[in-house]
């Protein structure tokens, strides 16, 4: 115990500074006073020493290393985490460049970071649309790099910049929807996509009122047997008034490697009908659009924004070339775990699985030399479920395994990245848990989604 304690006066020294905002510790707040310090971290340590018994919540966050030891390595873990929220750093401005060529912040994540639950339109009221805001205010360039080609299926639907795009099946095809369907793929930026195969198959989207954009690209997938397709501003059935503001006609998807490209810069006001894919493949080739992007500076000197998500999605299935894509962005933000954790068996992916793909994340980001924030929404509340609560003292000991683990991951994925790890629940408490949709116990409604997104800018140095 002495030596213990001497350790702790020594870490008092070294870190008695002003106390520090609890918003990237979070349950590092132990004595709940509103500031990390050393106070915090040595009752911390005192409790775990007498044997003192603590919240559920309060062992999850102490014990950082989740190694079921409370020890100073965790009180060192938790202070660093605290101090890197108090840096210099300028998350939306590092100097290297994403797989598009441009520096971006760039977001990887499920349906919560899609913005599903939102009242209203998710560009304005999801967490991932403010945080975009507050990036191009800071950088002056209003840039909404790769969005999905799709809205949520959240009820009720639940709108990007963009409507639900208008899909006909070329001629002789009736009614709406036909030639079109939804496909998923882990080798896709994010796994979703329309395809269409039928030749003349049209894919028209209209940027909604209120949004002003001078320019938009369209990212496609690429791989073998895939076909041609235009980007078109007329659409009569039979023929096309094919777009050629960047001097390019035909766009080939036909590649030895699946992996997500895009169309050049297209100006918005030469679109008057909407933004519209023409496939024009003859042999029954498919043309897969995985998504859209809009902006007003394409002069080379700007910061994107990038919202590789959707809803279900997981870490566990996405490629190499993915993964590399994403992680090559200045600024990357994971919010990626909980479907992992709670589906992760019923799609036979284990957490050994998980932990390759956190392993091929933190390579690909410690090479780019990128910053890393994870934002962790791996809810506790699981504990006050029937399907929690009625299950025997071993399928609990089961349950709490799992969501520990999956926390442990997170963690490691900030710690090895030497990133920001932010326990949303634990910053906000019952705050946030109130504005999760009581339906399904996951999804936060907009409420929950503004303070996720304070949680994440002070994070950045953009409160």
Known sequence: ???????????????????????????????????????????????????????????????????????????????????????????????????????????????????????????????????????????????????????????????????????????????????????????????????????????????RSGYKYDYFCVYYQTGPGYGTFVMSNVVDGLGYDQATVDGTVVYDCENTVNETKRTGFYRVSDFQNGMTV????????????????????????????????????????????????????STLIVGLGYNDAMWGRDYNYTKESFSDRIDYLIAECKKNGTNVIVNDYLWDNYRSQASYTGCSAAVRASIDEKFVFFSQELKRLAAETNGIYIDQEARWGNELMTYVNANDGVHPLNGGHKLMAQAILEAMGLA
């Open 1 to 207: 115990m002495k030596r213990v304690l001497a350790i702790l006066l020594v870490m008092a020294m070294l870190f008695a500074v002003s106390p520090m905002t609890a918003f990237a510790a979070g349950k590092g707040d132990y004595n709940n006073d509103g500031a990390v310090n050393t106070r915090d971290v040595r009752e911390m340590v005192m409790a775990a020493i007498a044997g003192t018994t603590a919240t559920y919540k309060q062992i999850w966050w102490a014990d950082y290393d989740q190694n079921g030891v409370i020890n100073t390595v965790d009180a060192r873990r938790v202070l660093k985490q605290t101090m890197k929220g108090n840096s210099t750093v300028d998350y939306t401005a590092a100097s290297n460049t994403d797989c598009w060529g441009e520096r971006s912040v760039a977001i990887l994540g499920d349906s919560i970071s899609f913005g599903a639950g939102c009242e209203g339109n998710i560009a304005d009221t999801s967490y991932a649309g403010i945080v975009k805001k507050a990036v191009n205010a800071k950088n002056g360039s209003p840039n909404y790099g790769f969005m999905p080609a799709y809205t949520t299926n959240w009820s009720p639907r639940s709108d990007e910049i963009c409507s639900w795009p208008e899909m006909t099946g070329g001629p002789g095809v009736p009614g709406n929807d036909q030639g079109w369907s939804e496909t998923d793929s882990g080798d896709r930026l994010m796994y979703f996509g329309l395809t269409a195969y039928k030749q003349y198959a049209s894919l028209t989207y209209k940027l």
């Open 278 to 329: 023409a496939i024009i493949s003859n042999d029954n080739s498919p043309v897969t659009i995985t998504g859209l992007g809009f902006y007003n500076d394409i002069s080379g000197n700007y910061v994107t924004f990038n919202k590789y998500t959707r809803g279900g999605a997981m870490l566990t299935p996405l490629s190499d070339k993915v993964l590399s894509q994403a992680a090559s962005a």
